[in-house]
């Protein structure tokens, strides 16, 4: 399965190439991921529980950063174990562009499954995989951007949005307060 796509966030490249280097933004962000461990030079333990079809599986492996241009770009590559119900693996290639509003962070992931979970069908299996990385990409972008606050009008960039004691308000994502993007 390959999907190409791109998603633009509310944050400059700087703040974005933070985050997803960021162990805890990751775990947050992988649908299912139940723990993450480990550092980006050495690669992430992870444990993630999924549901495809009527196979669900807790999968356990590995999860490298690799071909990292600071700022610019970078593979994510994942591999991992789900004991009878089979295995997957697959990666994506990220690259981050400087856009009016933010950074456009496009992707291309490919995934494969073996075991019970290849016996599924290729038309599940792309649909699921499109979901999980589609999910991903979304919780990121929120998680760098921050919750949008009701009365957003869309398309529009998150205000300074200060309370009276000076923190942040609720449109600043945790990168944002970070990096004051």
Known sequence: MQLIDHRDIAAGPEAVWAAILDPEVLKACIPGCESLTGSPEAGYEAVVVQKVGPVKAKFTGMVTL?????????????EGKGGPAGFAKGGAKVTLAPEAEGTRLGYEVEAHVGGKLAQLGSRIIDGFAKKLADEFFERFKTTVEGPSVPGDTPGEAPEEAASPDGEAGQKKGWIKRVFGG
């Open 66 to 78: 690799s071909d990292m241009v600071a700022g610019q770009s970078l593979t994510i590559t994942g």
